[in-house]
Nanobody, 124 residues
Framework: QVQLVESGGGLVQAGGSLRLSCAAS????????MGWFRQAPGKEREFVAA????????YYADSVKGRFTISRDNAKNTVYLQMNSLKPEDTAVYYC?????????????????WGQGTQVTVSS
């Protein structure tokens, strides 16, 4: 079994920054791809960023490219999402997710494990 726990959400003004953390426990993460998704009220859950655990290759949605950075700390089994230049449209519940594969995916259906989510609210 895999457990994921997110933290770091909150309220921030437009233009500000937040760093989300996802602490992973359970089965080995040496071959897993990890991702961040978000879901705004009334909208589908959408891909934000992903990182291949072993090699560290990163991928981003076009809407966050250049503003968000995903990274991981293998020693701490933790994945981070640094969010800069936040906009009101970034407001959503952010979820951490893990695959049973080393390959990344933009599809939420390809991720087997999910955290409980953390709220990010950006005020204008």
């Amino acid at each position: 079994q895999v457990q994921l726990v997110e933290s770091g959400g909150g309220l921030v003004q437009a233009g500000g920054s937040l760093r989300l953390s996802c602490a992973a426990s359970g089965r080995s993460f040496s071959t897993r791809a990890m991702g961040w998704f978000r879901q705004a009220p009334g909208k589908e859950r959408e891909f934000v960023a992903a990182v291949t655990w072993s090699v560290g290759i990163t991928y981003y949605a076009d809407s966050v490219k250049g503003r968000f950075t995903i990274s991981r700390d293998n020693a701490k089994n933790t994945v981070y999402l640094q969010m800069n230049s936040l906009k009101p449209e970034d407001t959503a519940v952010y979820y951490c997710a893990a695959r049973d594969s080393s390959s990344y995916s933009r599809s939420r259906y390809e991720y087997a494990y999910w955290g409980q989510g953390t709220q990010v609210t950006v005020s204008s």
